[in-house]
């Protein structure tokens, strides 16, 4: 009977993993083949963090069914935490198999301490309320990033909140990070190579926390709290467990986005709530809960704009018009009905039925 219940979860990952790596290997071929434009080219790295960004923050919206709209703060955290390590260690780590593993390892670390901590008192609020906190944290993040100047010199490591004067660096001192202008230099490690096998490792553990007794425990408290709670179920350890795997989760993606760019700055547009908000977009177009739905809507999501870059001034509206159809398509009860009342599944199924019937 187990057996039996877990078969059909288990294939669905397995198409998961299968059609990721598909897309990857027609990818990169597209790219050795020099098929692909160096627009398209140089959108793979952004498209895999999203992926990670959509798929982590649905562990937390669809699976834990919390609305939590400031996953961009974890990302900022992850980002500016492994920079700052890599631009440290630029010169004494020149192998980039060292130095890119432990920038992913602090990044996720320093993520998912600020997930736990943030968690304890935010997660006993519900709904709206929570949306708001959370909301206010990622905003938090990114305005305390653009105040602060770290600077270092023989000295040591200098710190000041007023500008970069302030550090009182000597002549051959270096500023790291410098209030709104960031950190600069940062090594460009990521590639979509890496990306990929990142994309794949946040599949992994999403994947195997949804199938395993804690992601029952997890979808318990999503569908009915009071039923999970009289049952014995911890619903402040689950619920810590879920937005500090998220969290930490974000953090990967933001290593993998900073190490992309040479000038790493905190804006409303790469850290702030318009990063946030477009996540969510990418999960709830994906279906709350579905892995699968969350990749594919980063991927087009990601793309399309670019692909309509071309049509200038109308890009943004039929951008805005396409993503109200696709909600519509995915979100109402008519069509959903229409999709399953003519999808293959349904097709092949009633086909061997009047077979088995013959």
Known sequence: MKLKA???????????YVVVIAAFILMQLLVMTGSLSSQMTGLLVPVCTYIIMAVSLNLTVGILGELSLGHAGFMCIGAFASSFFSVCT???????????PLALLIGALAAAVFGLLIGIPVLRLRGDYLAIVTLAFGEIIKNLVNVIYVGRDG?????AITSASNLQLEPDGQIIINGPMGITGTPNDSSFIIGF??????????????????????????????????????ITKYKLLAFTVSAALAGIAGVLYSHNLNNLSATTNNFGYNMSITVLVFVVLGGMGNIRGSIIAA??????????????????LIYSLLLIILMIFSSNPTMIALREKYSPKKWLRTRREKKGAE
């Open 6 to 16: 877990i078969q059909p979860a288990f294939r669905k990952n397995i198409i998961t």
């Open 197 to 234: 096998v990142l994309v794949l490792l946040t599949l992994v553990i999403v994947l195997n926390i949804i199938g395993s007794r804690t992601g029952r425990a997890v979808m318990s408290i999503r569908d009915n709290r009071i039923a999970a709670e009289s049952v014995g179920i911890n």
């Open 155 to 159: 000295e040591g490591f200098h710190f």
């Open 90 to 100: 630029a010169d004494t780590l020149t192998s980039v198999w060292i130095r890119f």
């Open 299 to 316: 991927v087009i999501l990601t793309v399309l704009p670019e692909l309509l870059r071309g049509l200038n001034t109308y890009r943004m």
